[in-house]
Structure formats: structure tokens, C-alpha cells
């Protein structure tokens, strides 16, 4: 049943609301031509063969090797900044520039400051002026030619507090240093220093900023500090970059939205997680909302930045969206269906074993013929979970997770189960 193609169900035509035919987004061609990879195909004329219950993709879930502080710039603090405190480093991929993060005595809790320093641990400018605070430390990305770095922030007012409650872990592909360091990026106040004999850095130009949080660009030489999003009453707070560096894809909730998602963790004692539409926003400014559905799962890029995968719940599917082109196209992959009958076969298998209550996941076939002349009720199956991780591994391959996933402001308490992964083979239509 899982082993034939499966044309995708169509979500929308076209974004321009023209009808099938006329979906020909410029520089894609259409399959049935010489088409040679799937950036020429558009989303709405993708296939798909779904293959649950297989090993996970070679690296899941990227983690940054940890907040450790840069030996160089931690050393220049120490001896030269005793005044300013030393939240987090950001080296870039090519580890010629460290982005640093660090609070004054008197700033607001979690809100922040940026200076850029180069690999040596030399200073070399600060990059947010003192009207600007910097919000959700683990969002700030660098481009992946290191000539951008990215990151979230807000107008500092009053002591610098934030309209919201900072998101942790937002951004897991941030990249660090290893060595010596401090995963909280909380830092704790200090007795008054003493004050150095050091100069104080010129302050950087004004920049234009808001009351909520908006996704900032700088270049790696710390200057042309400028917001590539102004919608006050948007919260921005988790953005990934295209493999080309060219576009970011985001999720942005409404600030209304945001307060009540966090009082509803809060009343349930449970780690606040937003949810935020997606979008993809170009370093011009240029903005494109890909849905108005709602999800927690942060969107990924094709490996040739052509599209973007987001998953959602409620219907589960996973929708790919064309990023290039003048007309692009959007279609759902529709996962209910399969993923209730690969979960029954997947539960039967897990009771069969010696011990069902083991970590150990069942052996499943992929490739097993499935004999189903009715649709299994959700309520009976365990397994049948929502999607929690998206990773588009190679071109034609889209890995996603499922599982039950419950985090508590008290971690031990966290739950973690039916944590299954499976992978989507994209094709051209009539392959």
C-alpha cells in the first residue's frame, strides 16, 4: 500500500490563486522535460512514497556542542570588562568572528548586548546601540558563508524588560566553541566591580526598534545593524537559514497568542513551547507567509534552499512550499491515514515482544504488504503521535518524528514516548 507513489494532495494551486495549468513558477520546469533535480519541480508537482518506522537520519536533531565561552573573549572580560557580564559567544563557521553577549549591572533579567570581536579575542565593535536589548539568546544564528549573523531584539525601555518570557533553545544549530563554559544564559549579578581604567568603546549608530520582538542583521564586522522585520504586535522567535545563505524560514506568533500559550504552561506546570505561523523573510526584507495554521515544529530547508517542510497536527501533514520563483506553488503531504495504520502494525509488534514495556523499538518491515480493510481508531493506539522534529536529510528524502512529548518546568518529571521516526521519497509526478 506504502510502496506506490502518492501524488500530493494539493493545497493551493497556486499562491496567486490561478489554476493548476497555470502554476509555472519562473526558472522551474515541469516534470515530464529534462528536469534534472527536484528544485525544478514545483511542490505542487512533487510525489511521495512513505516508509514508516525506519533508523533515524544520520544526525537527527544537531545540537551546538554546548554555551562554552570562547577561551580568547573570556579572558579579554575577565581582564579588561570586569563591569560587563559574559553571557554567551557565537563563533561563526568559519571561526573568524565571535558574536558576544553580555549584560550590564542594572539590565533587565535575559535581555541582552552584542559586541563583535574578532578570533583572536580582540575587540572590534559594539553592535547594539543602548536603545536596543537583545532577546532569546539561543535563536542568534550565523549565516553559513559567515558574512550575516542574526538575532532577535527589542527596544530596551525602563530596566529592559521584555513584553514576553524568553524562549530557551530556540535555535539548535547555533554555533559554538567547545571548552571551558556556562550553558545558562542567565548570569547571575555580581557585587560592583571596581572600575577599570579601560575606554569605553564608541556607541553604534541608532537603530529603529520595537516593541516586540523582531529578527535583526549584522554584518560580520559588526556594522549595518538593520531589522529585516517590522511588525510590531509579531513576535519573532526561532528562524533557520537557507543552506545558500539567501533567506531565512521563521515562525512568528502573535504577541495576544504568545501570552495565552504561556499562561496555559504555566497553569499546567509545563515548560513554555510557542507555536507561530511560518514564513520565509529574504535579507532585503522581503516577507512571505507560508500558512496561517499554527505549529511548534520548526520548518526545515530542502539541501538547495528551493523549499521549505513545516509540519503540522491538525490534520497531521507535512506542507512543502517552493522558496524560488515568481509564482510559487504549496502542497500537503497527508500522513493520518498511513501513520494510523503503520502505528496499529507498530503497537502489535511492540506487544509481541518479551518485554513490551522496553525501550527498545520493534523491528518493523518497511517494505511489508499491509492488509487493512478498515482504518484503526486512534484512541486504541499508543504509538499514533504527533510530528516533533522535521529533518530534510538529502534532496529527495524528508525524515520526521513522531512521538508523545510533555516537558515540566521540574525535568524530571519530563515524558518522552513512541519516539518514531519515518522518511518521505520525494519524487517528479509519473516516475
Not at 545540537?63 to 580568547?72: C, F, I, R, T
Not at 507498530?346 to 518493523?364: E, G, L, M
Request: glycine share 6%.
Amino acid at each position: 500500500m506504502f510502496g506506490r507513489s502518492i501524488s500530493l494532495v494539493v493545497l493551493a494551486a497556486c499562491l496567486i490563486g490561478v489554476g493548476l495549468s497555470g502554476c509555472r513558477p519562473a526558472g522551474i520546469k515541469q516534470p515530464g522535460g529534462a528536469a534534472s533535480a527536484l528544485r525544478e519541480i514545483p511542490s505542487v508537482r512533487l510525489a511521495f512514497r512513505y516508509e514508516p518506522d525506519v533508523p533515524a537520519p544520520a544526525d537527527p536533531n544537531p545540537q551546538a556542542s554546548g554555551d562554552a565561552l570562547y577561551p580568547p573573549v573570556r579572558a579579554d572580560f575577565d581582564g579588561n570588562r570586569s563591569a560587563d557580564l559574559l553571557a554567551r559567544t557565537i563563533v561563526s563557521p568559519n571561526s573568524k568572528r565571535v558574536l558576544v553577549a553580555y549584560r550590564r549591572i542594572g539590565d533587565a533579567e535575559n535581555t541582552f548586548r552584542l559586541d563583535m570581536y574578532a578570533d583572536d579575542g580582540k575587540f572590534i565593535r559594539r553592535v547594539s546601540p543602548d536603545s536596543m536589548a537583545v532577546d532569546f539568546l539561543d535563536s542568534i544564528v550565523w549565516s553559513p558563508d559567515s558574512s550575516t549573523v542574526a538575532f532577535v531584539a527589542i527596544t530596551r525601555t525602563g530596566g529592559g524588560g521584555s513584553l514576553t518570557t524568553p524562549v530557551a533553545n530556540t535555535n539548535s544549530n547555533a554555533n559554538t566553541t567547545p571548552g571551558e563554559g556556562n550553558s545558562n544564559t542567565t548570569v547571575a549579578e555580581t557585587p560592583e566591580p571596581e572600575v577599570s581604567g579601560t575606554p569605553e568603546p564608541p556607541a553604534p549608530p541608532n537603530v529603529l526598534t520595537f516593541r516586540t520582538e523582531q529578527i535583526y542583521l549584522c554584518s560580520s564586522d559588526g556594522t549595518d545593524v538593520k531589522p529585516i522585520t517590522q511588525t510590531e504586535n509579531l513576535i519573532y522567535y526561532y528562524f533557520v537559514w537557507s543552506p545558500d545563505g539567501s533567506m531565512l524560514a521563521a515562525l512568528a506568533s502573535r504577541l495576544d497568542e504568545w501570552r495565552y500559550l504561556m499562561a496555559v504552561s504555566a497553569q499546567n506546570g509545563e515548560k513554555f513551547v510557542p507555536a507561530g505561523r511560518p514564513r520565509i523573510i529574504e535579507k532585503n526584507g522581503r516577507e512571505r507567509t507560508l500558512d496561517d495554521a499554527w505549529t511548534k515544529v520548526k520548518p526545515v530547508w530542502s539541501p538547495d534552499s528551493s523549499k521549505v517542510a513545516v509540519a503540522f497536527d491538525k490534520p497531521i501533514q507535512i506542507r512543502v512550499y517552493d522558496a524560488v520563483g515568481t509564482a510559487p506553488t504549496q502542497a500537503a503531504i497527508p500522513l493520518r491515514n498511513p501513520l494510523l495504520i503503520s502505528s496499529q502494525a507498530y503497537d502489535r509488534a511492540k506487544q509481541s515482544q518479551t518485554d513490551p514495556n522496553s525501550n527498545v523499538a520493534p523491528v518493523i518491515d518497511a517494505n511489508a504488504n499491509v492488509d487493512v480493510t478498515a482504518l484503526p481508531d486512534e484512541k486504541t493506539l499508543v504509538s499514533f503521535q504527533p510530528i516533533v522534529l522535521l529533518n530534510w536529510a538529502t534532496e529527495d528524502n524528508i525524515y520526521f518524528q513522531t512521538g508523545y512529548v510533555r516537558e515540566f518546568e521540574n525535568s524530571s518529571e519530563d515524558l518522552f514516548s513512541s519516539l518514531r521516526w519515518h522518511r518521505l521519497i520525494l519524487s517528479g509526478q509519473g516516475k
